[in-house]
């Protein structure tokens, strides 16, 4: 059977959610901090982070966007995202890796300060950066965040939002952000997933 290593409220819900929506079944490992730091998980997650799949072949997989990409191979309708070669596909390729690449950055600067430098400034730069993102998403020519049509680029913009502890004043004017909040918010995968997370 497949494995996440998981945490509650942490990266490994995108992959939760995916389980729930492609009808997977996974077992779910949490390990302590001091498991993180042992040698044999550092081997499978350098950093020591959250999340890392193991297929039902022993691959591992770390990085929460190498794991969605993986986990899209079980979408055979394609209904979580454009199948490659589409015409859809380098925008949706494009969105989800920005997402992963600066937003979620950004998020952990703001929760972990510490670890970056002086205090207030870090976290004062994380916000202005996720705010500035947040503005590029509102103002993309498309419904959702990756193109017409919902996608797990927006289930991963649901998951750092849903980190965002700032996120009423952040989208109070992001209508379209809103709107799309809403909407995963109201998938019951999403729901059961959200529910059984500690935070
Ligand atoms: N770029 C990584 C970031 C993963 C990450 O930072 N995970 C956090 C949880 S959201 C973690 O493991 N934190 C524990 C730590 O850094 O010690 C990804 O997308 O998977």
Redesign the pocket.
């Known amino acids: 059977m497949t494995t996440l290593y998981a945490?509650p409220g942490?990266?490994s819900v995108i992959a939760e959610i995916m389980f729930e929506e492609l009808g997977m079944k996974a077992n779910l490992l949490y390990p302590d901090?001091a498991e993180?730091n042992t040698s044999s998980f550092r081997a499978i997650s350098p950093?020591?982070?959250?999340?890392v799949l193991v297929t039902e072949q022993g691959q591992t997989v770390?990085?929460?966007?190498a794991i969605v990409l993986m986990l899209l191979e079980h979408d055979q309708a394609g209904r979580l995202a454009p199948r490659q070669g589409s015409a859809e596909y380098a925008g949706f390729l494009s969105w989800i890796t920005y997402l992963?690449t600066t937003l979620?950055?950004a998020v952990?600067r703001y929760h972990?300060p510490d670890r970056y430098g002086e205090e207030t400034s870090v976290r004062k730069k994380a916000l202005e950066e996720m705010n500035r993102i947040y503005d590029h998403i509102e103002a993309a020519d498309h419904d959702f965040v990756a193109g017409d049509t919902m996608t797990v680029a927006d289930y991963y913009l649901y998951m750092l939002i849903d980190w965002d502890e700032e996120a009423d004043v952040n989208l109070a004017s992001r209508h379209k952000i809103h709107r799309i909040m809403d909407k995963v918010g109201a998938l019951p995968s999403v729901k059961a997933v959200m529910a059984r997370q500690d935070n």
């Open positions: 945490m942490a990266g901090e993180r950093y020591g982070r959250i999340p770390f990085e929460s966007l992963a979620y950055p952990l972990y």
